[in-house]
């Protein structure tokens, strides 16, 4: 199975800041990747998809890029409701995997 | 709009089984792949299983291969999954998730707890 870190598990930030996270596969995935956003007791909700691509209603300030090992996810000014646990998940082959998550602390 | 509703959890034995369902609204269920994702109290995502849009391919993860069963009914817009010799470490939230852009999960259903314990 294609195992996905992230990098780092967990980070502190403040309001504004510019803060990006790391997704690495152990195999090359092309674009195949996404990244989702978890707040506490919530269903993940999508943010990225083929690695580069905005959801629709998602606000600009979400950004990735990468393409096959490494993939990054990035938020260039921290809102308070950006505050959450992030996860990259591969959608390149079976069985499917996620990051470990990430979490966006103040 | 848009929606998933999952139903079936509550507390099982170990060794015993369950039949978790997910109840899609507001597209056409039949066109689309559904997963199943589950995500332990405290832990990070785990995929779990996923079906074709009719049914005719089905994937799982290692860790409940032989063991779960995804399925669907495509007239009453429903997916299922049945799990049997559950294990402890199998305790945790269930989503379901439809397939969007070949490459992302969305929406996911607000999920169904499923804890496994004597």
């Known amino acids: 199975a294609i195992q996905l870190t992230q990098s780092p598990s967990s980070l502190s930030a403040s309001v504004g800041d510019r803060v990006t996270i790391t997704c690495r596969a152990s195999q090359d995935i092309s674009t195949s990747l996404a990244w989702y956003q978890q707040k506490p007791g919530k269903a993940p909700k999508l943010l990225i998809y083929?690695?580069?691509s905005l959801e629709f209603g998602v606000p600009s300030g979400f950004s990735g890029r990468g393409s096959g090992t490494d993939f990054t996810l990035t938020i260039s000014s921290l809102q308070p409701e950006d505050f959450a646990t992030y996860y990259c998940?591969?959608?390149?082959?079976?069985?499917?995997?996620f990051g470990g998550g990430t979490k966006v602390e103040i | 709009q848009v929606q998933l509703v999952e139903s079936g959890g509550g507390v099982v034995q170990p060794g015993r089984s369950l039949r978790l369902s997910c109840v899609a609204s507001?597209?056409?269920?039949?066109?689309?792949?559904i997963h199943w994702v589950r995500q332990a109290p405290g832990k990070g995502l785990e995929w779990v299983a996923l079906i074709s849009y009719d049914g005719s391919n089905k994937y799982y993860a290692d860790s409940v291969k032989g063991r779960f069963t995804i399925s669907r009914d495509n007239s009453k817009n429903t997916l299922y999954l049945q799990m049997s010799s559950l294990r402890t470490e199998d305790t945790a939230v269930y989503y379901c998730a439809r397939v969007r852009h070949k490459t992302g999960l969305d929406p996911w259903g607000q999920g169904t707890l499923v804890t496994v314990s004597s």
């Open positions: 998940q591969q959608f390149k082959s079976y069985p499917l995997t």
């Open positions: 083929d690695a580069s």
């Open positions: 507001g597209f056409t269920f039949r066109s689309y792949e």
